[in-house]
Nanobody, 120 residues
Framework: QVQLVESGGGLVQPGGSLRLSCAAS????????MGWYRQAPGKERELVAS???????NYVDSVKGRFFISRDNAKNTVSLQMNSLKLEDTAVYYC??????????????WGQGTLVTVSS
């Protein structure tokens, strides 16, 4: 069984910073891409940032220059440093991992979500 456990959400004022972390555990052979999605009330889930095992990174335009994704391949963790937070960044943030299980099965795993609220 594979688990993705997120931490680091909370309440922050506009302009503030938060760091989200996600750790994957369980019977994992390897992890391809890891990423962060978010879903705001009444909106569809969107990809915020992703990073491959080789370090290739993508960001949604709205967070470029403010959010920074990183991962530790040895520890199966991914983090999202969020700076200059805006009201519109308020959402539930989900960690995602595209991974391979022993035996060759591919799996997309999700965390339970962590709430980020930007409010004055």
């Amino acid at each position: 069984q594979v688990q993705l456990v997120e931490s680091g959400g909370g309440l922050v004022q506009p302009g503030g910073s938060l760091r989200l972390s996600c750790a994957a555990s369980g019977s994992i052979f390897s992890i391809n891409a890891m990423g962060w999605y978010r879903q705001a009330p009444g909106k569809e889930r969107e990809l915020v940032a992703s990073i491959t095992s080789g370090g290739s990174i993508n960001y949604v335009d709205s967070v470029k220059g403010r959010f920074f994704i990183s991962r530790d391949n040895a520890k199966n963790t991914v983090s999202l440093q969020m700076n200059s937070l805006k009201l519109e960044d308020t959402a539930v943030y989900y960690c995602d991992a595209d991974l391979w299980l022993p035996g060759g099965r591919n799996l997309e795993a999700w965390g339970q979500g962590t709430l980020v609220t930007v409010s004055s």
